[in-house]
């Protein structure tokens, strides 16, 4: 490949990293969504930076350590300029993103250390940047192996939403102003002094038309009576609070109780339309009160 061939392509290469980092992408609103996404950051600066290694050695003439050093600074400003460009528009910049672009430099410099016959390297380098390039692929490919198992789980178990017999329950579940942890095959919920604290059951699977009840097996193990509140809502829920379905419960000292909840009812809640009961989003149980008990237990969630 000449060096012209070689910078027109990478030029190329950086004209297509800077149309993804403004373009908008039609990424779906979901975990899946959201970790194919994150998970489009490594290889695209991986690229990248091969990119700086094969121009700077072959068109530059660099060799040696100055060849990775100049690479790794350029692909990792370039992650954390790109984030911050992105501020101004209103785009997700975040720590997270230059963590994942970090990752792609890394194993860029180590796919490189592997193959640079320009470079004197040892055997005991090179094992060490094989050995780089191994942590990379497993760190990268974790969170895409968690999520796939977390999906089978979740459809696998339906029309359970929700049963805590395994720690990858707790993958869907997301807390605010609580402490949260699994005791005995229930969810334990502590509630801290913010406001509204509690729990969303996120993304559970959407379709739920073919059943008629909400279940929900719950249980206050203090001595002071608990004041919840839970709510339903939709894709298509809007921030009003009469567009969903919200309903009161008081739960007794050290009261277990199975709350039944017709999905009719959940379907008429929202004022002006009917929910659609095949893209349910989420549930969330959240404490309404700042008195009275501190902790719930969650023993599980389905549909009948």
Same mark, same amino acid.
Not at 39 to 51: D, E, Q, S, V
Not at 56 to 75: E, H, M, P, Q
Not at 283 to 301: A, C, Q
């Given at each position: 490949?000449?060096?012209?061939?070689?910078?027109?392509?990478?030029?190329?290469?950086?004209?297509?990293?800077?149309?993804?980092?403004?373009?908008?992408?039609?990424?779906?609103?979901?975990?899946?969504?959201?970790?194919?996404?994150?998970?489009?950051?490594?290889?695209?600066?991986?690229?990248?930076?091969?990119?700086?290694?094969?121009?700077?050695?072959?068109?530059?003439?660099?060799?040696?350590?100055?060849?990775?050093?100049?690479?790794?600074?350029?692909?990792? $400003?370039? $992650?954390?300029?790109? @984030?911050?460009?992105?501020?101004?528009?209103?785009?997700?910049?975040?720590?997270?993103?230059?963590?994942?672009?970090?990752?792609?430099?890394?194993?860029?410099?180590?796919?490189?250390?592997?193959?640079?016959?320009?470079?004197?390297?040892?055997?005991?380098?090179?094992?060490?940047?094989?050995?780089?390039?191994?942590?990379?692929?497993?760190?990268?490919?974790?969170?895409?192996?968690?999520?796939?198992?977390?999906?089978?789980?979740?459809?696998?178990?339906?029309?359970?939403?929700?049963?805590?017999?395994?720690?990858?329950?707790?993958?869907?579940?997301?807390?605010?102003?609580?402490?949260?942890?699994?005791?005995?095959?229930?969810?334990?919920?502590?509630?801290?002094?913010?406001?509204?604290?509690?729990?969303?059951?996120?993304?559970?699977?959407?379709?739920?038309?073919?059943?008629?009840?909400?279940?929900?097996?719950? @249980?206050?193990?203090?001595?002071?009576?608990?004041?919840?509140?839970?709510?339903?809502?939709?894709?298509?829920?809007?921030?009003?609070?009469?567009?969903?379905?919200?309903?009161?419960?008081?739960?007794?000292?050290? @009261?277990?109780?199975?709350?039944?909840?017709?999905?009719? @009812?959940?379907?008429?809640?929202?004022?002006?339309?009917?929910?659609?009961?095949?893209?349910?989003?989420?549930?969330?149980?959240?404490? $309404?009160?700042?008195?009275?008990?501190?902790?719930?237990?969650?023993?599980?969630?389905?549909?009948?």
């Amino acid at each position: 490949m000449t060096v012209s061939r070689r910078l027109v392509l990478f030029l190329l290469l950086l004209v297509v990293a800077a149309v993804l980092l403004f373009l908008p992408l039609p990424v779906p609103p979901t975990t899946a969504g959201r970790t194919i996404e994150n998970a489009g950051h490594t290889p695209l600066f991986m690229a990248l930076t091969l990119g700086f290694l094969a121009v700077l050695s072959r068109d530059f003439n660099l060799t040696g350590a100055k060849v990775y050093v100049i690479s790794a600074i350029l692909g990792l $400003g370039g $992650g954390i300029a790109t @984030e911050i460009i992105q501020i101004p528009f209103h785009r997700d910049a975040s720590w997270e993103d230059v963590a994942d672009d970090a990752l792609g430099v890394v194993l860029a410099l180590a796919l490189y250390a592997l193959f640079d016959g320009r470079t004197r390297m040892g055997r005991f380098m090179r094992f060490v940047a094989l050995c780089v390039v191994v942590a990379c692929a497993t760190i990268y490919v974790t969170p895409i192996l968690r999520m796939e198992r977390a999906y089978l789980h979740r459809d696998g178990q339906f029309p359970v939403l929700a049963d805590f017999a395994s720690s990858t329950e707790l993958y869907w579940v997301v807390g605010y102003g609580v402490n949260r942890s699994l005791v005995r095959g229930a969810l334990d919920i502590e509630f801290t002094p913010a406001e509204f604290p509690g729990v969303s059951f996120y993304e559970p699977v959407p379709d739920w038309h073919g059943f008629r009840t909400l279940v929900i097996d719950l @249980e206050n193990p203090d001595a002071d009576a608990l004041k919840i509140s839970i709510r339903v809502h939709d894709i298509g829920h809007g921030r009003d609070y009469a567009d969903r379905f919200n309903r009161r419960y008081t739960l007794a000292a050290q @009261e277990r109780r199975t709350i039944r909840i017709a999905l009719e @009812e959940i379907r008429r809640a929202p004022r002006g339309r009917v929910m659609d009961l095949r893209q349910i989003s989420d549930i969330t149980i959240f404490r $309404g009160e700042p008195s009275g008990s501190r902790h719930l237990r969650v023993y599980s969630v389905r549909l009948e």
